[in-house]
């Protein structure tokens, strides 16, 4: 058993950033009355999501690329109808490599240029409803993550094929938890990780979560 560190992320909201940390917590509510409805989340959510992003780092673009609801469900199998399961273990979204081809995937005319300049792949993650006891999300601090510690891994599905990093888990690690919104808050707290980054211009370009 390795036993590390775990802090509670609402209790020190602006003590953490994106270029710091690799996460941030954000007050955000959204107009979205049901998280079920598909066209409730790609016609009112992408679009808050965007001028999140834009408002906290300052971007002139952003693309908005896909989403996923997580749900436990006993017995039910994942990228099945419904929810997916509560991810199980800790990861990075994307690799060296799969960072810009995401990015040349979205504005396949502008990618090249934007590629020499800033660019981040930012996970937004919100409790729906209610606090997420069952399965809170949880971020490992930049500066306690090594390369070497990050293991590709293939992620096969049945008409495509992707690559994440899987994380091996250190004595020195250091993990922020967040349960979601406090009592009497509503639909408000937002943690924005970061799964990719030019790393020459951002320290913390790379961010585990589950």
């Known amino acids: 058993m390795i036993r590390v560190p775990v802090y509670d992320l609402r209790e020190e909201d602006d003590a953490f950033t994106l270029d710091g940390e690799g996460f ?4 955000r509510r959204s107009a979205v009355t049901d998280f079920q409805d598909e066209a409730q989340i790609r016609g009112t959510y992408y679009a808050e999501a965007e001028h999140l992003l834009k408002d906290v780092t300052g971007a002139g673009q952003v693309f908005i690329f896909d989403h996923t609801l997580r ?6 199998q994942d990228y099945g109808n419904g929810p997916c399961q509560p991810a199980t273990r800790v990861y990075v979204d994307h690799t060296a490599k799969s960072g810009p081809k995401r990015v040349r995937d979205l504005p396949p005319d502008e990618a090249d240029e934007l590629l020499k300049g800033r660019v981040q792949v930012i996970n937004p993650w919100r409790p729906i409803n209610h606090r997420d006891y ?6 490992a601090e930049a500066s306690s993550v090594r390369h070497e510690e990050l293991i ?6 049945p008409k495509s094929c992707g690559r994440n990093l899987q994380r091996r888990v250190q004595p020195r690690t250091s993990l922020a938890l967040h349960q979601g919104t406090a009592a009497g808050r509503g639909n408000l707290d937002q943690v924005l990780r970061l799964t990719f980054g030019c790393r020459s211009l951002c320290p913390a370009y790379r961010v585990p979560g589950a």
């Open 24 to 27: 941030a917590v954000v007050e």
């Open 71 to 76: 749900r436990r469900v006993p017995g039910r």
């Open 134 to 139: 069952d399965a809170p999300f949880a971020v």
């Open 152 to 157: 590709p891994s293939d992620l096969v599905y």
